[in-house]
Structure formats: structure tokens, C-alpha cells
């Protein structure tokens, strides 16, 4: 039994398929990246493993029990970084993420999400002075705010420089070593070692 | 669950103070039209006082109209929405603590000044209680079902002229019983009738709104 299994999953989008029959199966500490063209369904597999869209048919399995990917128990055990940012541009870096570990519930910022990307000097600058590399690590950062087992991650090293591309690959690494999963859609900017890949091939009809 | 409610909350509110000319639009919209009926109509005292009430409280609909659009949609292009959405409490929960923090930076701004347009319009005494008194209890109503209009909008381009369209005609009740609540009052007929009607309308719209919000900024997230 996998801890987290989708099967037969089917997404349609504007009455256009985006794929159908997608299976993948992940065990503890599991990577799995997500390849193929623009518009192949990489970021709408993300959105619906995160419960923003539905699935038009399949199911999803954690630790074996059948769940609906809107499920308020699965939103509690996800991290997803999608295209935007999320960054109030009139509240400082600290500000945004004091709010985001409010929201999910922490009485208090922790210091090592502001440090994991070297946002410690960048804390109180209102974020609209922040350049789009600084704001993607500014979005990696909620990553760090509470430990949740799956990661859902958009082209997350968009923007980024070297350095930071680095920080971001020892921030999965630890998470899986941890037994967490990683789920990223990337065009080859982010390496993950022994990592599954599911190729979406060229079939954006 | 409380934490992540009073964690929005204390952000909108920082936001709003943040943006001080933008939050108070509203407000400066209502003195200011206010101050043309006066110019407009003639400084008569008594068809001021006739007109008065209703005056105040259709511009007290246009003020909140006029705020709506900043209820969601920046939260939608920036991204914080899906946050909203994924964040482990009910979405519902958070959409009452969108509306909370307009209706304090928006409705109750208009409470806190009518007395003081009551005063410019020569309504009698009596107004200076009654109109803060309705307007207490309708404008939150006029946020809720604003909150209705401005999600399913989201996202949609001219979405401030249609969220108007959308949302007006549902405010006609409130618009009505406000009116006459305060009417009443003022020919000596009593409007506590129309007062209890509003409150109604109040918690009919604190059940309905917030439901009725997070589906539609769900829609709107797909």
C-alpha cells in the first residue's frame, strides 16, 4: 500500500481533456516530477492533486483510504506553490509570512523560514521593492512555515538564482530524507535525485 | 481556527490603513455628494429634511458599492486567494473575516459620520440616533450581499460596473426598511418595526453570504 496513489485520474478543462488514465504511486520520501510541454496538464495535475480543481474521473488514495481532493483533512497535509506569489505588496517580507503561518494556524513566525532563502536582510522591505527572484523565495518560504507531508511545487525555481536554486534543492532533499513527498512540475531547472518522473509528452491536443 | 481568522483579519485591517485614500474613498464619496443636495436642491430646511433620509441612505449604498471591488480581487491576482482556499479552516469562516474587516473600514465609517450628515441635511433630532442606529444594523447586511456580487465577479474583466448591476437590486429591501425605519421616527409614527426588520435582514444575510461567497470564489479559482 502506497502513502499517497492516484488512480485512473482524468482532467478536463473547458470541455478540452487534459489527460486521462494518469496513475502514479508514492512511498514515503517519494520525488516525483512532472515534465512536458506548455499547456501538457502539468499545472492543472497540480491544482487538482491540491483540491482547486475537481477531477473528472479517478480517485486519489492516502495510506489507502479514498479521499476527495477538496477534503478539508488533505488541505491540512498539503503545501502548494503555484505561479503567483501571494505577496501583499504593502506588507514587509515579515508581515506576509506572519500572516501566512496565522492563517495556518502558528502563534508565531519561525525564524528558519526567513533564513532557509536569505530573506533575514529583506524583512522589512515592503515586498513591491522586491525583484521577482526575491519574491519567488519569499513564496518558497511558506514551505518552511509548517511541516506538512506533500509538496505540490510549480515551476518553483522560476526566478531564482544559482544559490537559491541550490537552498531549494536541499529544502526537498531534507523534506524527503524526513519521509515527506515532493511533487514538482519542472522544465529541468530543479534536479531531484532518484525522483519518478511523469512525462506528459507532447500530447496537448 | 480563530488564530487564522484573527491573523486575516489583522492583515486587511493593516492593508486598509496602508491604503488610507483607497479605503476611504467610500466616505469621502458619501460627505461629499452629501454636500451637493444642499447646493442642488435648495438650502430649504424642510425639503432637505423631507428628502434627508433617503438621501443618506442611497449614497450610503453607492459608498459600499463604490468599496466592493477591493473585497476579493486582489487577493484573486496576487495569489493570497488560493491560500484562502487551501488554508486548513473553513473558507467560509475566513470569507466572514473578509467582511468584517471591509464592513469596519467601509459601513462603519458611515455610521460613525451620520449624525454629522443628518445635521447637514436639517434632519430633526430624533435622526441623530436612528440613522446611526439603522445604518448600524444595514450596512453590514449592504457588505455581505456585496460580498456575494464581488466573488462571483472576481477575476472578470469590468467587474466593478457588473458587481453594481448584480448587487443593487438586491439591496432595494435593505434600502427600503432603512428608509422607513428612519422616517418613522421622524413623523412620529415609530420605526421599530422596520428597525427589527433590518436586524432580521442581518442575520438572514450572516448565514446566507458566507456559503454563498466561498462557492463562488471556488468557481472562480477552477
Redesign the interface.
Known sequence: MSLFEARGLACRRAGRLVFDQLEFALEPGDGLILRGPNGSGKSSLLRLL?????PSAGELRWAGGAFRA?D?EH??R?H?V??????????TVR?NL??????????ELREAALERFDLVALAELPVRYLSAGQKRRLALARLELAPRPLWLLDEPAVGLDATNRLHLEGLIADHRAAGGLCIVATHGDVSLPDALVLDFGGAAA | ?I??L???L??DL??AF??GAETLLGAIFFALALALFPLGVGASADILARIGAGVIWVLALFAVLLTLERLYQSDY????L?????????LELLVFGKCLAHWLTSGLLLVVMSPLLALLMSLPAEAYWVLPAALLLGTPTLTLIGSIGAALLVGSRRGSALTALLVLPLYIPVLIFGVSAVDGYLLGLGGGAQLTILGAMLLFALALAPPATAAAL?VA??
Open positions: 491540491a483540491g482547486l480543481l475537481r477538496d478539508p488541505r491540512a498539503l502548494f503555484g505561479h503567483l506569489d501571494a505577496g501583499k505588496a504593502n506588507l508581515e506572519a500572516f501566512l503561518a496565522g492563517l495556518l494556524g502558528f502563534a | 481556527m488564530r487564522s484573527l491573523a486575516l489583522h492583515r493593516r492593508l496602508r491604503h491576482e496576487d495569489g493570497s488560493e491560500l484562502m482556499v487551501l488554508a486548513p479552516v473553513p471556488r479559482l477552477e
